[in-house]
Each structure stands twice: as structure tokens, then as C-alpha cells.
């Protein structure tokens, strides 16, 4: 038995289907003779064959074909929806991978095409909405990002956790980006009111690259902040503040800011280092610009200082080596001066004092 697809789709079965049954037998009823399928009269006595019997065979032939028929054609069916599911799902990974690929290369408009046709091919499977909703918060488009995953929701596809963890990475990266701007305006008060504010609990510890949160830092411009240390934005490499930055944090009752050179973790260059109560009877504010080496101010600096509330500042000079201060010489009660300005001087009986390469001022 032959059964052709496209006879049956076509609705023509006279000129592809064949079918062949097993013969059967028509028996006389008068003499019991058996006669073959299809004959009229008896082949012995003669008598005329029932044309009842007749008709039942027909009817048995011809619903049997119904059925073979009813059964292909399920069989056809299923085999193109079959098909068509397995060539929708390739083709719905292949625009996945494709935009997986575009964005890795920095093509976001191109990975956003990608992404829409995945979302067009296989609507109610949800790797294109998230992919495309990252995709956005990644960029800093968090509406976009919100809007994909509603979409999503609407297509019966559960987003509640992704919506709880943009909303939650909205908040750091708001958090950093402020404080950057901060940084690079020259807002240094407001940078230091944000890290008085925060805990350990709220961020910990975050890295910020190219506009995203990152787990892994990498070599280039980017951001470090730890509630310990504060926040460093500049240059880095194998994981370390290397090259001009600037770092802004806590130390020893007073907020401060380095900014300069860097080289693995520490000061290693020219640097301006500026406290806002340095303390001391000479002076709260202070910056301290000269060389630094592995933190420690090394070679002759340049210093200004004043009280706070004060207008102008005064400046003077100093030498130091290894982070402590080098007497300049003497005054005339044989105090040493450490520190020379143009109207005064800060002296001292004893050897210059420091604290992890940050001379204090004499008493």
C-alpha cells in the first residue's frame, strides 16, 4: 500500500493513492460455494449473489481507505509541525548567538536587531527578552530595560527576579556614576558626605568599566569602591590602581584625595595630596604636592595650608625622604624647621614625624 502527502493536502486521491487489499471471498448462500470478490452470480448453481453482501464489502474497502487516509494525513500534519518547530528553534538560537556576538564586539545596534528577531521568531521563550533587557542596563537604559521585561511578563513569561535584580543594580550604578561626576566636577564635599553616608551592608565592594558594573576588573579607566578605602576612579591594570588617578576616602579623622600616579596600589609619581583637617595648630586644610614613592613623599614638596573659614592660604616648602620630613635648619631658640614659608616657618625639637608617609604638623 502507496499514500502520497501532497495527494492528500491537495485533495486529489484517485490519482496517488493506491491501495491493495487481500482478496476475499463471496460465498453462495444456496450451495456454499465460494466465489470471487466482485461476482453477481454464483460460479456453480447459477443464483444470483446477495447484493447485500456485495455492498458490504465495498463499504469495508471504503471505510478502511477513510481511515488510512485520516491516519496520513495526521501523520503529515504532525510531521510539518514537527518540522517547523525544529527550524523555528534553530533559527530563534542562531539570532541569540548572532546577538550574543554583536554585543560582545560593542555592535549594540546590531545586537538589539538580533535580540528583536529571536523575540519575533519564538515569542514565548524568554533568553531574547533578558538577553535585550541586559543588554540595555548595560548601557544604562534602564527604561528600555524595564519595558522589555513587561513585554515579557505580558507574553506569560515570569520576570519578577530579573525585575528585582535591575532595580537593584540601577541603585549601585547611580551610586557610582554620582559619585564620578562628583569627582570629576571638582564636588569633593558631596563625595565625602556620600561616603559618611553608605555601609558596608548597602555595597561592600564594586567595580564600574566602560559604564557597567563589573565582577572582574580590567585593564583600562574604571572604577574601584570599597567602604574601607573609599573610591579610586582612573587607570588600571592586572587589577591594580595603575597610572593617573585619583583616590578619595577616610584617614585619621579626616577625609582626604590623592590624585596623581599610581603604580600597583600606591603612590608612585607626582601627586597632590589634599586633607581637610590635617590637624595642628597651623593649619585644617592642607595639599602637599611634590613625589611620592610607594606612598611616601619623597624629594622636595610644595605645601599650602590655612584654618577653615580662612580666605587665602599660606605656602611653604619641605624635604622629605621616605614619607619623613628633613630639617631645613635651625631658628635662632635651635629649633629645627621642617617646613619654610614665605612669613613663617613650623619647627620642631624632635625628628620629622609621620604616619604611613603623612608627616603631621608640629605642635
Not at 452470480?41 to 443464483?47: A, I, Q, R, T, V
Not at 605645601?303 to 599660606?314: C, H, L, Q, T, V
Request: proline fraction near 1%; charge should be negative; hydrophobic fraction near 30%.
Amino acid at each position: 500500500m502507496s499514500i502520497s502527502c501532497s495527494a492528500l493536502i491537495a485533495g486529489d486521491q484517485s490519482s496517488e493513492i493506491q491501495f491493495v487489499f487481500k482478496e476475499k471471498k463471496m460465498i453462495c448462500k444456496e450451495c456454499n460455494t465460494e466465489n470471487p470478490q466482485g461476482a453477481k452470480f454464483c460460479l456453480k448453481c447459477g443464483k444470483e449473489l446477495e447484493q447485500e453482501q456485495i455492498q458490504n464489502v465495498y463499504k469495508k474497502k471504503t471505510r478502511k481507505t477513510l481511515y488510512i487516509s485520516i491516519i496520513t494525513l495526521v501523520i503529515c500534519i504532525t510531521a510539518l509541525m514537527g518540522f517547523k518547530v525544529y527550524s523555528d528553534t534553530k533559527n530563534y538560537n542562531a539570532a541569540i548567538k548572532r546577538a550574543e556576538r554583536f554585543y560582545a564586539s560593542g555592535k549594540y545596534d546590531d545586537a538589539v536587531r538580533e535580540y528583536e528577531k529571536a523575540m519575533d521568531i519564538l515569542p514565548e521563550n524568554g533568553k531574547a527578552y533578558t538577553g535585550l533587557a541586559y543588554l540595555y542596563r548595560d548601557l544604562g537604559e534602564f527604561s528600555n530595560s524595564y519595558n522589555i521585561l513587561e513585554t515579557a511578563n505580558e507574553e506569560g513569561i515570569k520576570t519578577e527576579q530579573e525585575v528585582e535584580e535591575l532595580k537593584e543594580y540601577e541603585e549601585k550604578y547611580n551610586f557610582l556614576m554620582n559619585m564620578s561626576d562628583n569627582i570629576y566636577s571638582g564636588r569633593y564635599q558631596e563625595v565625602y558626605d556620600t561616603l559618611e553616608s553608605v555601609t558596608a551592608d548597602e555595597y561592600g565592594q564594586l567595580y564600574m568599566q566602560n559604564g557597567k558594573i563589573v565582577e572582574k576588573i580590567e585593564d583600562g579607566p574604571g572604577i574601584i569602591f570599597n567602604v574601607a578605602d573609599g573610591i579610586y576612579v582612573g587607570d588600571i591594570m592586572d587589577g591594580f590602581r595603575n597610572g593617573n588617578g585619583i583616590q578619595i576616602g577616610y584617614y585619621n579623622e579626616s577625609y582626604y584625595y590623592a590624585d596623581g600616579l599610581w603604580e600597583e596600589d600606591m603612590v608612585n609619581g607626582e601627586c597632590t595630596l589634599y586633607y581637610d583637617n590635617y590637624g595642628g595648630e597651623q593649619a585644617n586644610e592642607m595639599y602637599v604636592v611634590g613625589n611620592y614613592t610607594n606612598n611616601l613623599m619623597d624629594g622636595e614638596m610644595e605645601m599650602r595650608w590655612r584654618k577653615k573659614g580662612e580666605e587665602d592660604y599660606s605656602s611653604g616648602t619641605a624635604r622629605a625622604v621616605a614619607g619623613e620630613f628633613k630639617s631645613l635648619g635651625k631658628t635662632d631658640d635651635d629649633k629645627l624647621i621642617y617646613v619654610r614659608g614665605d612669613s613663617t616657618y613650623w619647627s620642631t625639637s624632635a625628628s620629622g614625624l609621620k604616619d604611613n608617609g603623612v608627616p603631621f604638623l608640629p605642635e
